[in-house]
């Protein structure tokens, strides 16, 4: 199983990025996928989850309206939108793939996002 995410950077608030994680190693069509951040000395918080088949996403409150999940099955990737980002949404963003066959969760490395004038 392997998750590799990009898109990471420093971007002033108000800024956009476009997160995404590529996916391998499984069948990532039939899997959960998930974004979460940790910031330092925070806990590790849920972002954003997409289902296998066309469900609607669920989002947390802190970005619900700005942050958009979505993906690709066809391209094995799930990527995270990100506008209006605010300097508390500075963190390192997590892709996290729930497959239930292997028996739990499978994580990325992270990519940093800093929002920062």
């Known amino acids: 199983v392997q998750l590799v995410e990009s898109g990471g950077g420093l971007v002033q608030p108000g800024g956009s990025l476009r997160l995404s994680c590529a996916a391998s190693?499984?069948?990532?069509?039939?899997?959960?996928m998930r974004w979460y951040r940790q910031a330092p000395g925070k806990e590790r918080e849920l972002v954003a989850v997409i289902t296998t088949a066309g469900g609607k996403p669920n989002y947390a409150d802190s970005v619900k309206g700005r942050f958009t999940i979505s993906r690709d099955n066809a391209k094995n990737t799930v990527d995270l939108q990100m506008n209006s980002l605010k300097p508390e949404d500075t963190a390192v963003y997590l892709c996290?793939?729930?497959?239930?066959?292997?028996?739990?969760?499978?994580w990325g490395q992270g990519t940093q996002v800093t929002v920062s004038s």
């Open positions: 190693g499984f069948t990532f069509s039939r899997s959960i």
């Open positions: 996290n793939a729930f497959i239930a066959i292997l028996g739990g969760d499978y």
